[in-house]
């Protein structure tokens, strides 16, 4: 993206003197935002107008598709929802950029040495004790949400996901998607025709899949996960009203063609448009996502407050204002979750740079009950409760195998007792990644729950959490989690194989008996970058990681994978150094692979 970022006018703590919350102490449902969003702009002739001119004469950006055409392609990108993308684009292009400047500053400070910590100037927020978000109430099919299923949208796993007997799936084009073009537009139709009960699908071998039922109120819930802010969509174009190119961003090409297409429909069948917002990293992130809301509610002729959002709470900076980002979104949000993978990824990117007192152990000995992850979960469940919000849980990676019953059976030990705690704790629901967990998962919370559809009157007074609990990630070690040299290696074997699967098109993968998916990837490979930079010596033999040990190591995973037709461990091999054993350290690594590895592959092709 290409807008120009003046940083000198929001400083590196823009917040503090910040109006945007100026409406603490009134009554919650009222608009007493600073922000710039009123129904006078609201693009009334937005479907009438045609595409790069309003019917006032008002220039307006253009959405043009550059990527290839597949069947059906035309029934998703019509000239309608392209002039509906490029009013979310003419409106938050600039902004996501600017926001995306602002969390590099804000990572910078950190890796400067300055600690993460609440803001003062959004104290009043906090204190407030009346507001409460919208929550479950007058959206229907979130009451209770007790075990949702995720997974990507391709036409199998969404049957499948919608006739697993969860109470809600989250449709996933985030951490468990490889964002190719036929992923990004065949699981909008998938999604489509879905929601109208059309939805049907015959794999290799002549299996037929079809929903158990053609009404969706039968069906779980559907909460949509667009991807993150930091994603561009390289197929689609966006030329702003001053003729300026550049590729438009995938959070709202994936939120504006969900909701344009099905929020009628939704709203006429019992539902609604639903989301999980993924990877925010400040209040002001939500604010955006709540503009955009307002914009799109108002182009779609749909109420202010029909929307729902589940803020995923997965980063560091974001854990410090939960509050805040209830508050931005009160009249959208139904809750948040903890994305505890995507927040490990956050502590580890934060604090990559502090030495040896910020190293976390091998990935697997770094549980939920760490102190400073159970920090992070107990002050989630009690800033939901206290504001109306249901808490919902996260992701166990351990995953059954139908041919492996020793497998199976511990999968179920281990997500059942992740299930407990987090029901014992007060979480309304959680997540689950394979449909043979759904039972497992729902019993622990039908031990707590009973009858009723959440706990989210259960209030937590007695946590007390501050930035010293959050930010105390050497208790991990302290009490006993070690670095080791298969610690070191499981990291480089688990990103080259993601890596590769994700270059292939696939977002989440089953890599020894453990879901891997964009998140636990990025663990994987920041975790060696980490432990590089840091001069961290394996405590089993007492060696140096070092670029050269790790290369070794490469080299010997590489050799014993397959180089078979279509795989592309070769390439995933290369965006593992640049990730991972260069000196600067991407934000993501799926930027770098999105443009220079998926874009224009095989799988990049209806
Ligand atoms: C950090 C985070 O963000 S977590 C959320 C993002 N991650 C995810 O959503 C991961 C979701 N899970 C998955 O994608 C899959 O479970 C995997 C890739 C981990 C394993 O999938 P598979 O190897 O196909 O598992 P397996 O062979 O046991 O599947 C058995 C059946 O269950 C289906 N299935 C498995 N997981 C799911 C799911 N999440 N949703 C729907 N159906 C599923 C499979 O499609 C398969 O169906 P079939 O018999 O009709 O072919
Ligand atoms: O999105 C979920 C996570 O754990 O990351
Ligand atoms: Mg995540």
Known sequence: MTATIDTRSQGTSPYDADAGLAGIGTPPASHLDSAPVSRSSAPSSLLGGGVGASRTGTRRGVI????????????????????????????????????????????????DG????????????????????????????????????????????TINALNSGARCWLADAEDASSPTWPNVVEGQLALHDAIRGTLSFTNEAGKEYTLRSADIVDLPTIVFRPRGWHLDEAHLRYTDANGITSSALGSLVDFGLYIFHNAA?????????????????????ARLWNEVFEVAQDALGIP??????????????????????????????????????????????????????????????????????????????????????????????????????????????????DKKREAGDGFDGTWVAHPDLIPVAEAEFDAVLGDAPNQVSRQLPDVAVGQHELLDVASARRAGATVTSAGLRSNVSVAVRYIDAWLRGTGAAALDNLMEDAATAEISRSQVWQWIASGTVTD??????????????????????????????????????????????PAFLTSPAYQGYLVGSPVDRP
């Open 64 to 111: 043009t598709v550059t990527g290839p055409v597949g069947p059906r392609y035309s029934e998703i990108l019509t000239p309608d929802a392209l002039a509906f993308l490029a009013l979310l684009h003419d409106r938050f292009d600039a902004a996501r950029d600017e926001l995306i400047a602002q969390r590099q500053l804000r990572r910078q400070d950190i890796a």
């Open 114 to 157: 300055s600690d993460p910590d609440f803001r003062a100037s959004t104290r009043p927020v906090r204190d407030d004790p009346h507001w409460r978000v919208a929550g479950s109430r007058h959206a229907p099919g979130l009451e209770d949400r007790r075990v949702e299923i995720t997974g990507p949208t391709d036409p199998k796993m």
């Open 265 to 285: 429909e939704l709203i006429a069948r019992g539902r609604g448009p639903y989301f999980y917002l993924p990877k925010l990293e400040g209040y002001k992130e």
């Open 304 to 417: 202010r407050g029909t929307i729902r959002a589940t803020v995923l709470i997965e980063t560091l900076p974001a854990a410090f204002e939960m509050e805040e980002i209830l508050y931005e979104l009160r009249d959208h949000c139904a809750g948040l979750n903890a994305g505890r993978w995507d927040y490990l990824f956050s502590v580890i990117k934060c604090f990559r740079t502090r030495g040896d007192s910020y190293v976390l152990p091998d990935r697997a000995q770094v549980t939920m009950t760490a102190p400073f992850m159970r920090a992070y979960t107990e002050l989630l469940v009690a800033t939901c409760h206290k504001r109306g919000a249901h808490a919902i849980g996260g992701m166990s990676a351990f995953i059954p195998d139908r041919r492996n019953p020793e497998v199976t059976r511990q999968a179920f030990q281990q997500v059942a007792g």
């Open 540 to 585: 089993d033999d007492q060696l140096l990681v070092t670029r050269e040990r790790v290369e070794a190591i490469l080299l010997d995973v590489v050799a014993t994978l397959p180089h078979d037709r279509g795989n592309r461990i070769d390439d995933a091999a290369a965006i593992f150094r640049a990730v991972a054993l260069e000196d600067d350290f």
